[in-house]
């Protein structure tokens, strides 16, 4: 079986991105030049930060076709990130809500990718 370890962002300007998301992870990026950042994070998970503009094969799709998604132990939580970064001016998709699946929100980094924080219900 297959299982993905390592997600790479398509980013205007990496080291705006690489500060954005290190202020998020509260994790030094391990490597940051002009045209990539990358983070591994206490998960194993790596996270690169890619400059759109040096990609190859070129980057030609926009952002918004997939999300990060963060979860946390509870909805006090959710609320608790979602003034966080509601502080810091990041793009609200969605406000806090009770779906399906838990209690979520939505909101986007500087390049317009999705960041979701949720709880699950209780089963």
Known sequence: ?????????????????????QSLFVVDPVERSATFALFVLPTGLKVGLWSRHTAEPLVTDGSG????????????DVDRIYADWAKRGMRVLQTPVQMD???TFVMTDPDGHRLRVYSMSAE
């Not at 997600?7 to 205007?12: E, G, H, K, R, S």
């Open 65 to 76: 076709g997939m999300e990060i998604c963060f979860r946390r132990e509870n909805a006090a």
């Open 1 to 21: 079986m297959v299982h993905p370890d390592f997600v790479i962002l398509f980013v205007d300007n990496p080291f705006a991105s690489a500060e954005f998301y």
């Open 101 to 103: 699946f838990g209690y």
